[in-house]
């Protein structure tokens, strides 16, 4: 027994169509569940209760199930938000991923439906990670920035190389 009763795999579709994807099973079938608008859907998480998901424009979207008819959020400004996490307490929206060339807009939530902005000072940021109570943000180059609450990012270290695509915690 590991605990866990009710797993559920949600997932949202990366084009223009307001379709997510459920599993119950973990993954061997999968469900179809309604997002609130047609825009390119970029990412999904789960915590707090509630899957998140977040993509291009306004509008993100909140569900307690990760099933069925998700509800809508707006965010605090049109943007390719391209991932969101979940770090124990609040939620974290960034803008950019690879190829953008300006992207200085985060956004927070402790819930996921009520989004506050935040303007960082560099741009082109590719992704977005979780844990121990932390973000991290890495862009292009490697920068990285830290925060605990979301609404506050301090720079970290750099990492080496260079395009960073990806960070996992």
Known sequence: ????????VTGVQTCALPISAYSTDNGV??????????????SVTYGGGRFV??????TAAYSATGTGTWTSATMPSSQNWNTVAYNGTVFA??????GSTTSTA??????????????VTSNRWNTLTAGGGTFITVNWDG??????NGSTWTAGGNLPGGWQTNISY
């Not at 985060?106 to 303007?119: H, Q």
């Open 29 to 42: 079938t999968w469900s179809s569940g309604t997002l609130p608008v047609s825009q390119t859907w970029l």
């Open 143 to 148: 920068t990285t920035l830290v925060s605990t």
């Open 1 to 8: 027994e590991d605990g866990i009763r009710d797993y559920k």
């Open 93 to 98: 929206a960034i803008s950019g991923g690879p």
């Open 53 to 58: 998901a977040v993509g291009n424009g306004t």
């Open 106 to 119: 985060f956004a927070y939530s402790t819930d996921g439906s009520t989004w506050s902005g935040v303007t």
